[in-house]
C-alpha cells in the first residue's frame, strides 16, 4: 500500500510538459540512485552522460534520446541484471519518463500538429504529374535529385527538405513534362504496319554461338554461319523460313527484328506467330513440351547494352508449344526497336580464359534445349488517341486546337491559368496566391511570347511552387483536403481522383463509414500497385533486389538469371498485396500454407511443377520450410551479399524490417564478421570468435539466433544442407548458363539450431517461425509502425504510442489482420489530426 501511494504522488507532480534543462526531481533522483555510476562525466558508458543531459523534450533530438533511456528501462536493459534496480524504481521511473514524455509530444502535436508539412518525393512528383498531365509513360524521376532517406524511407518530411538544387530540378522536370504534353501538329502521327517473315526475323550473323540462334525450314537449321552474302541475295522474303532462338538477352549482343522501328514515340501493337521448342543435336529442333516465357525490351537498334536505356515493355508472354498468333502493346520511344528477351534461357559469354577462347554454349538439358521459333512478326502505330488534340494538351490549352490560336490572347490566358490552376492544384487555392502566377504570364505576352510559352511559364511557375509540391498535415475540423492528400498519396503514390477529391470538397471524409468505404476502394484500385512498389522497395529495401549478383565461383547456376531474380521481386510483392486485399493475418509475415510461384520460383524452391510464368497460389507441403516473407527468395536475398549468408546480417535485417526491434548500431572501431568462403571455418565459429566480448555477445544474442536460423537457405533463398567453398570439402565441376567451366567445394553441414536471447531453443526454421508467430501483437505493431511513416511522413512518436495500442486492441480479436490495421490507422488522430474547431 505505501509503494502504490508513492507510485501515485509520484505521478501527480508529472502533469505538465518539461522543456527545463534539468530532469523533475523525481526523475532526477531515481537517475542519480541508479544509473549515474555508471552513466556520469567519467565513466560515460555507451558514451552516455546523465549527468549533463538536457531534459528539453521540445527538441526532436532531446525527445529521440530520452525515448530511448525509457525504451531501455522498459527493456530491462539498463540498468543492466548485474546491477538491477528494484521493480519498484523502475516502476516509479518509467511512470515519470513517460507522463513527461507523453506531455511534452502532445502539447507539441496540438501547437503545430504531428510533423511539418511534407514535400513530395521525386515518386510522388513524377506520378502526380502523369495523373495530371494524362501523360502515363512520363519519365522525369531521373531529372531530381535522389531523396534522402530516413527510417528506411524516402517520405520522410524531416529528410525531404528543399534546396536550390532541388528546385532546379524540379523547374528542369516540369518544362519536360509539359514539353511532352503539347503537340504542335493539327494531325496525329500516322499510324505504320511493318511485318516481317524469314530472316527479317533476327540478325544476319550468330550472336552468343550457333546454337543461341538459327534459321530453319521444317525445324532443321540451315545457313548456319549467316553469311552476309547470303542474307543480301534473300531479295524476297521466304515465309516458310523460322527464326529460332534458344538464349536470354544479354551483352555484348542483342537480338531484334530488322527494320521494325518506332517512327514516333508511342504506343505500338505487336503481333507476331511463334511456338516452344526443344533443340536437339545436329541443329534440330522439334515441339516442346512446355510453355517457355518472354517479353519485349525497347531499345535503340544497336549492340551497346552497357551504354543504351533498355526497358522491359508489353509484359511477360508464355509461348506455348502448339503455337499460336500473340499480341502486346508496347512503349516506345522515337527510333526505338524491340528486342526479344526470352526468359530462363542460357546467356553463353564470351569466355576468354576458356579452353575455346570464345563462345561455348552450355550442355543441353535431358531432352533438348528449350526455346522459340518465329514464324512472322508485325509492329503497327503509334497507336493514335481517341481525339486530337490528345487529353494532355487538352489539359493545357482546353479548346484552342493545336495551335493554340487566340482573339484575346490575354483573356484566354487569365481564363487558362485559372483553369489549369484548378486542375492542378489538390485543394482550393486562396484567391490571394494567383496574381503572381497571372502577372508572369501576363509579362511573357507582353514581352512577345506566344501565348502557348507565356502559359507554360505561369505552368511551371506553379508546378515549382509550394502550393503544388508540398502536402499539409491535417489541422482543422473542416480540413478534407489534406484528408484525402493524405489518403491517395499512402494508397495510391499520387494525388486524390477525382471521386476522392469530391468527397473532399463534400466535407464527408471525417464520416468514418465514407472513410472507410474509399479506403477499400483505393486498395482495390490499380494505383494501389504504385503503393505496393514503392512500399516494399523501402520497407523490405527490394529496390536493392539486384545489388549483389550472387558469386558466379560458388553459385554458377545462379550466373545470369535475370528471370529468377525478376520473379523473386514479384512472389514478394504480389504476396504483400494478399496480405493487404485478402486481409491475412500479420503472422503471414513469418508464416503461411501457401506460395505465390510462378515456372522459375516453383523449381527453385523444389516445390511441384508450374508450367506458367504467371504466379500461381499452391498449397504447400506440411514439411515445407517455406511460406511467409520470411523465407521467400527476394528477402534472403537482399538480406545476404551475393558472395555468403551472414547470420548476423540477416539477423539484424529481420529483426528490424520484419519484427520491428532493430538492434543499436555497432560500436565505432568493430569489425564485421566476414564467412570464410574457403570453407575451413564454420560461420559458428567465427561469430563464437567476434563475440568473446560480454559487450558485444549481449547484444548479438538478440539477432545472431534468428540468422542462424536462417543458415539452410544460400544467397538467393534456395535449401542448402551444406556450405559451398573454394578449396575446403568434396568438389564439383560443370558448364555454367553462360558456358563456362565452373568448380566449387560442398565444405561443412548447415547446423540452423540456436536459442534466443530469452532462452527459448530452436533446432530449425520451423521452430523459429513458431516462437515468431506466437507474438502476432508485435508483428502488427511493426506493421503499423512501418504505414504510419509512410501515410503520415512522420515517425511513430512517443505520445503516439496509446493509439497505436489502441488500434492493436481493436484488431486483436481477428488475429491482427493486415487490412484491419490500415483501416484502423487512417481511422486514428495519428492519420486524421486533431482537429480544432
Known sequence: ?????????????????????????????????????????ETKKGRLDLTTLAFDLIEAQGMERWTQIFDRVANGEMPPRSEAMSPGD?????????????????????????????????????????????????????????????????????????????????????????????????????????????????????????????????????????????????????????????????????????????????????????????????????????????????????????????????????????????????????????????????????????????????????GGQPGIAFQWLEMEGPIAPASWPPPSHRVLFDDLGADVKSAKPSEDAKRLLRRFIALAAREPVPEEAIPPFEKLVLDELQNGAPLAEALLAGYQAFLCSDLFLYLREPFAADDHFAIANRLSHFITDSRPDAALATLAMQKKLRDPATLHEETDRLISSAGFERFVNHFTDCWLNLRELRRDDPDIRLYPEYRLDDYLVESMGLETRAFFTAMLRENLPATSLIQSDFALVNDRLARHYGLPEVTSSALRRIDLPKDSPYG????????????????????????????????????????????????????????????????????????????????????????????????????????????????HDFAFTLAGQVDASGQLADGRPFANIHDLKAILAANPRQLARNLLHQFTLYATGTPVQFSDRRDIEAMLDACAQDGYRVRDLVHALVQSPIFLGNPKP
Not at 145 to 159: I, L, Q
Not at 224 to 240: H, I, S
Open 628 to 739: 511467409g516473407l520470411l523465407t521467400q527468395g527476394a528477402i534472403l536475398k537482399v538480406s545476404a551479399n551475393g558472395t555468403s549468408t551472414s547470420p548476423v546480417l540477416r539477423g539484424v535485417w529481420i529483426m528490424d524490417r520484419l519484427i520491428g526491434l532493430p538492434p543499436p548500431p555497432p560500436p565505432p572501431g568493430i569489425p564485421a564478421v566476414e564467412p570464410d568462403i574457403r570453407g575451413a571455418k564454420t560461420i559458428r565459429e567465427l561469430i563464437a570468435q567476434h563475440t568473446k566480448s560480454k559487450t558485444c555477445a549481449t547484444c548479438h544474442a538478440k539477432f545472431d539466433p534468428v540468422g542462424l536460423a536462417l543458415e539452410n537457405f544460400d544467397v538467393l533463398g534456395a535449401w542448402r544442407t551444406r556450405y559451398r567453398g573454394t578449396s575446403e570439402g568434396e568438389r564439383l565441376t560443370g558448364i555454367d548458363r553462360a558456358g
Open 1 to 41: 500500500m505505501k509503494a502504490c501511494l508513492h507510485f501515485l504522488a509520484l505521478l501527480s507532480m508529472l502533469n505538465a510538459p518539461h522543456a527545463a534543462a534539468e530532469p523533475p526531481e523525481v526523475i532526477a533522483a531515481l537517475l542519480e540512485r541508479n544509473c549515474t555510476e555508471c552513466h556520469d562525466a
Open 90 to 366: 523502475r516502476k516509479a521511473l518509467l511512470a515519470a519518463l513517460e507522463s513527461s514524455l507523453i506531455a511534452a509530444g502532445t502539447a507539441t502535436r496540438e501547437r503545430t500538429g504531428r510533423g511539418p508539412m511534407r514535400r513530395l518525393n521525386r515518386i510522388e512528383f513524377e506520378q502526380n504529374l502523369r495523373d495530371l498531365l494524362a501523360l502515363p509513360h512520363l519519365d522525369i524521376r531521373d531529372r531530381l535529385p535522389a531523396d534522402r532517406e530516413s527510417h528506411h524511407f524516402d517520405k520522410v518530411a524531416s529528410t525531404l527538405d528543399i534546396s536550390h538544387v532541388q528546385l532546379t530540378g524540379y523547374l528542369d522536370a516540369v518544362e519536360s513534362a509539359l514539353r511532352q504534353a503539347v503537340v504542335t501538329s493539327t494531325v496525329p502521327p500516322e499510324p505504320k504496319k511493318t511485318r516481317v517473315v524469314g530472316k527479317q526475323l533476327g540478325p544476319h550473323r550468330t550472336t552468343g554461338g550457333v546454337q543461341s540462334l538459327f534459321y530453319a525450314r521444317d525445324g532443321k537449321g540451315f545457313d548456319l554461319e549467316q553469311k552476309n552474302a547470303d542474307q543480301a541475295k534473300e531479295t524476297v522474303p521466304d515465309p516458310n523460313i523460322e527464326f529460332a532462338l534458344f538464349r536470354s538477352p544479354g551483352w555484348p549482343y542483342a537480338v531484334y527484328p530488322k527494320n521494325v522501328i518506332a517512327s514516333a514515340t508511342g504506343e505500338y501493337r505487336v503481333r507476331f506467330s511463334a511456338r516452344s521448342v526443344l533443340q536437339t543435336e545436329g541443329f534440330v529442333f522439334k515441339k516442346g513440351t512446355r510453355p517457355v516465357p518472354m517479353n519485349f525490351r525497347a531499345r535503340k537498334p544497336t549492340n551497346h547494352d552497357i551504354a543504351e536505356d533498355v526497358r522491359v515493355t508489353g509484359g511477360i508472354i508464355d509461348v506455348q508449344p502448339e503455337g499460336g498468333v500473340y499480341e502486346t502493346t508496347v512503349y516506345l520511344l522515337a527510333g526505338q526497336t524491340i528486342e526479344y528477351g526470352m526468359l530462363g534461357l542460357p546467356v553463353p559469354q564470351i569466355d576468354a580464359q576458356g579452353k575455346t577462347g570464345y563462345y561455348r554454349y552450355p550442355p543441353f538439358p535431358e
